[in-house]
């Protein structure tokens, strides 16, 4: 079953904005870390935006200052709000969870995928 499922691609004019939105499922456990990747054609998929349960982040510089990503733990969802947006920027974009949990005092980590929605930025 889909455990994390993105949703706000679409198309939009450069200088335009979208809101991306992730859901987990509630058969994911124990997320402490969520970011959104993204990949173009021909390009290897790289980190756009990472959050902390507690709320820190982190941005490629491509996007700081006019991305914001944020997240409702209580919900297990996660938003990017993508503003002033390039041409640049077009690619699928992917959400992502990590779980840490301990079994038998060996710590696990699980990475966690969605399916990826488009964004294309014409200019």
């Known amino acids: 079953q889909e455990q994390l499922v993105e949703s706000g691609g679409g198309l939009v004019q450069a200088g335009g904005s979208l809101r991306l939105s992730c859901a987990a499922s509630?058969?994911?456990?124990?997320?402490?870390?969520m970011g959104w990747y993204r990949q173009a054609p021909g390009n290897q998929r790289e980190l756009v935006a990472g959050i902390t349960t507690g709320g820190s982040t982190n941005y490629a510089d491509s996007v700081k200052g006019r991305f914001t990503i944020s997240r409702d733990n209580a919900k297990n969802t996660m938003s990017l709000q993508m503003n002033s947006l390039k041409p640049e920027d077009t690619a699928v974009y992917y959400c992502?969870?990590?779980?840490?949990?301990?079994?038998?005092?060996?710590?696990?980590?699980?990475?966690?995928w969605g399916q990826g929605t488009q964004v294309t930025v014409s200019s």
């Open positions: 509630g058969s994911i456990f124990s997320i402490n870390l």
């Open positions: 992502n969870a990590v779980s840490t949990v301990l079994r038998g005092g060996v710590r696990i980590t699980r990475n966690y």
